[in-house]
């Protein structure tokens, strides 16, 4: 192992850690709990909390293993999931003494991981659940596990992309914790809500965890291509724990098939394919993280270098914005201005409207949607987080945000799943302070309009000057340049025709000096 010089170095230096050598999870817990004791209908998280000597010994037997990160006994330890047992007041202390429990084993020889698992719950439209309820029952775990010394969160066995984007933001937000976010993956490829690796990655990489990838979800054999979907798309550190194959009855017994030896020759591939971490799930023992282990000690990741990826997403579809792809287009006609009627519907509440016109759109073609609710004298972020929800409830594609209303900008990013679009801001320090943190919370683009306190300005090379800005404010506040979109606007070309060729000098400026992609309005052409 290669802590010699203490836990807290290691925290410090995980990121170099993953690029030198695979870093290895423990096994099943669930299962070795029924080993000793835990009867079926029993609260897991209850159990340990009682007998703390046995989670004290699975966690010995993993480190001894091989096993540098253990789990901690709290996957189901969330408000929601012990209210089954009547336990909801009960979530602090029993994710804190489950804490406790690991890190009296691990002393300075492992990494302790608070397990992080599903509540149960499902997002609207989808459910009844809301974000703000995800996010406040995952901080409360985050929060008890980094009181009681935690030294990284890892999330499991999700279904659904929105809530595991609710659970990272909570221990991001409230934690300073590495993030490994997983996801649990279907036969036919996908999460239960439809979500494609490809999909999950865009998303997670633009919300800052330290490592996304997959467990449960079958065996090594299923999570193999899933691994390798993830790492076409992304450079960001991958982790797997594939169960011990598909479990199978016999005599009434979940038997599961892979063999120590077996999970190790698959691990190599998991390496090859690009996974830093690699663990257990469902049916795994010590045996078969030792095996994991031997056969890993002193391997090196593989070097992935994937093209950076420009992409939208939704639950189940993401757009990749490039040179490579077909030009695309936001479809607009969810917007108030000049639309009695459509005014109306939002004023009301309703709604049925917006979903229509989203079907619309979609159906002829709009890959994109943009969503603007700006009825004068309404509530603006109850109407965006309602037309939001309408929409996904109607269509499956990325949104555009569009409002100069910052807290209806976040109502809106709280209710999407997916990685959308705001729509916008300018170069005015004041928009730039209040829409680029929003942006690096909830992981999404930004579209920058090339124009400041002055208006627009007359000349390429002031446009430029003010895409430069919104640019150096994006990196201070840690997006990505794939995070950034430029419009360097269009004027009326009817009236003003010496501008198009200040816009058209403009684009060319953004995308060859500064690498960015660009937007542009063509209302104003004609």
Same mark, same amino acid.
């Given at each position: 192992?290669?802590?010699?010089?203490?836990?807290?170095?290691?925290? @410090?230096? %995980?990121?170099?850690?993953?690029? *030198?050598?695979?870093?290895?999870?423990?096994?099943?817990?669930?299962?070795?709990?029924?080993?000793?004791?835990?009867?079926?209908?029993?609260?897991?998280?209850?159990?340990?909390?009682?007998?703390?000597?046995?989670?004290?010994?699975?966690?010995?037997?993993?480190?001894?293993?091989?096993?540098?990160?253990?789990?901690?006994?709290?996957?189901?330890?969330? +408000?929601?999931?012990?209210? *089954?047992?009547?336990?909801?007041? +009960?979530?602090?202390? $029993?994710?804190?003494?489950?804490?406790?429990? !690991?890190?009296?084993? !691990?002393?300075?020889?492992?990494?302790?991981?608070?397990?992080?698992?599903?509540? &149960?719950?499902?997002?609207?439209?989808?459910?009844?659940?809301?974000?703000?309820?995800?996010?406040?029952?995952?901080?409360?775990?985050?929060?008890?596990?980094?009181?009681?010394?935690?030294? %990284?969160?890892?999330?499991?066995?999700?279904?659904?992309?929105?809530?595991? +984007?609710?659970?990272?933001?909570?221990?991001?937000?409230?934690?300073?914790?590495? $993030?490994?976010?997983?996801?649990?993956?279907?036969?036919?490829?996908?999460?239960?809500?439809?979500?494609?690796?490809?999909?999950?990655?865009?998303?997670?990489?633009?919300?800052?965890?330290?490592?996304?990838?997959?467990?449960?979800?079958?065996?090594?054999?299923?999570?193999?291509?899933?691994?390798?979907?993830?790492?076409?798309?992304?450079?960001?550190?991958?982790?797997?724990?594939?169960?011990?194959?598909?479990?199978?009855?016999?005599?009434?017994?979940?038997?599961?098939?892979?063999?120590?030896?077996?999970?190790?020759?698959?691990?190599?591939?998991?390496?090859?394919?690009?996974?830093?971490?690699?663990?257990?799930?469902?049916?795994?023992?010590?045996?078969?993280?030792?095996?994991?282990?031997?056969?890993?000690? &002193?391997?090196?990741?593989?070097?992935?270098?994937?093209?950076?990826?420009?992409?939208?997403?939704? +639950?189940?579809?993401?757009?990749?914005?490039? *040179? /490579?792809?077909?030009?695309?287009?936001?479809?607009?006609?969810?917007?108030?201005?000049?639309? @009695?009627?459509?005014?109306?519907?939002?004023?009301?509440?309703?709604?049925?409207?917006?979903?229509?016109?989203?079907?619309?759109?979609?159906?002829?073609?709009?890959?994109?949607?943009?969503?603007?609710?700006?009825?004068?004298? $309404? /509530?603006?972020?109850?109407?965006?987080?309602?037309?939001?929800?309408?929409?996904?409830?109607?269509?499956?594609?990325?949104?555009?945000?569009?409002?100069?209303?910052?807290?209806?900008?976040? !109502? !809106?990013?709280?209710?999407?799943?997916?990685?959308?679009? $705001?729509?916008?801001?300018?170069?005015?320090?004041?928009?730039?302070?209040?829409?680029?943190?929003?942006?690096?919370?909830? &992981?999404?683009?930004?579209?920058?309009?090339?124009?400041?306190?002055? &208006?627009?300005?007359?000349?390429?090379?002031?446009?430029?000057?003010?895409?430069?800005?919104?640019?150096?404010?994006?990196? %201070?506040?840690?997006?990505?340049?794939?995070?950034?979109?430029? /419009?360097?606007?269009?004027?009326?070309?009817?009236?003003?025709?010496?501008?198009?060729?200040?816009?058209? @000098?403009?684009?060319?400026?953004?995308?060859?000096?500064?690498?960015?992609?660009?937007?542009?309005?063509?209302?104003?052409?004609?």
């Amino acid at each position: 192992m290669f802590w010699v010089k203490g836990v807290k170095h290691l925290i @410090k230096d %995980l990121a170099s850690l993953l690029r *030198e050598r695979i870093i290895i999870l423990d096994g099943a817990m669930g299962t070795m709990l029924q080993e000793r004791g835990l009867r079926p209908g029993d609260c897991p998280e209850l159990f340990g909390l009682e007998h703390p000597e046995v989670l004290e010994e699975i966690h010995g037997q993993y480190i001894e293993a091989g096993a540098d990160i253990i789990q901690t006994n709290t996957f189901g330890a969330n +408000r929601f999931k012990l209210t *089954e047992y009547g336990l909801q007041d +009960r979530v602090a202390e $029993i994710n804190k003494a489950a804490v406790k429990a !690991a890190k009296k084993v !691990a002393g300075s020889g492992a990494l302790v991981a608070i397990d992080i698992g599903p509540t &149960g719950r499902l997002l609207q439209p989808a459910g009844d659940a809301t974000f703000d309820q995800l996010y406040e029952a995952f901080r409360e775990q985050v929060v008890a596990g980094a009181e009681a010394g935690a030294d %990284l969160v890892s999330i499991e066995t999700m279904t659904d992309i929105g809530e595991l +984007r609710a659970a990272v933001i909570a221990a991001r937000e409230n934690t300073d914790l590495p $993030i490994l976010a997983h996801l649990t993956f279907e036969p036919n490829g996908r999460t239960m809500m439809g979500t494609s690796p490809a999909g999950a990655a865009l998303v997670l990489e633009a919300l800052g965890v330290t490592a996304i990838g997959a467990n449960c979800s079958g065996g090594p054999k299923e999570l193999l291509p899933v691994i390798e979907e993830m790492a076409r798309v992304t450079g960001i550190f991958l982790s797997v724990e594939p169960n011990a194959g598909l479990p199978k009855l016999e005599n009434g017994r979940t038997i599961f098939p892979e063999t120590p030896e077996s999970m190790a020759v698959y691990a190599l591939s998991l390496r090859e394919a690009g996974a830093n971490l690699i663990g257990g799930c469902c049916g795994t023992t010590p045996a078969h993280i030792r095996a994991m282990a031997e056969i890993l000690r &002193g391997l090196p990741p593989v070097t992935r270098r994937p093209k950076r990826v420009r992409a939208l997403a939704s +639950r189940s579809r993401y757009v990749v914005l490039s *040179e /490579d792809s077909p030009l695309h287009f936001i479809g607009e006609r969810i917007n108030p201005t000049a639309r @009695k009627k459509l005014g109306q519907d939002i004023a009301r509440g309703s709604m049925a409207m917006v979903a229509e016109e989203a079907r619309k759109q979609v159906e002829a073609g709009a890959p994109l949607i943009d969503v603007n609710v700006g009825v004068p004298g $309404i /509530d603006e972020p109850s109407a965006m987080e309602k037309a939001v929800i309408a929409v996904q409830s109607a269509v499956d594609v990325p949104i555009s945000i569009d409002s100069a209303n910052s807290a209806a900008v976040e !109502a !809106a990013l709280k209710a999407f799943v997916g990685r959308p679009l $705001i729509n916008s801001t300018t170069g005015e320090q004041k928009v730039l302070e209040r829409i680029l943190p929003l942006a690096k919370k909830y &992981g999404a683009a930004v579209l920058g309009l090339c124009l400041d306190e002055k &208006g627009i300005p007359s000349t390429a090379g002031e446009r430029f000057e003010i895409a430069v800005r919104i640019l150096e404010q994006a990196r %201070l506040y840690g997006l990505r340049e794939e995070d950034i979109y430029i /419009d360097c606007l269009v004027k009326t070309a009817g009236a003003e025709q010496a501008q198009v060729m200040e816009t058209i @000098k403009c684009v060319r400026m953004v995308r060859e000096r500064l690498g960015l992609a660009t937007v542009l309005g063509i209302s104003n052409v004609s």
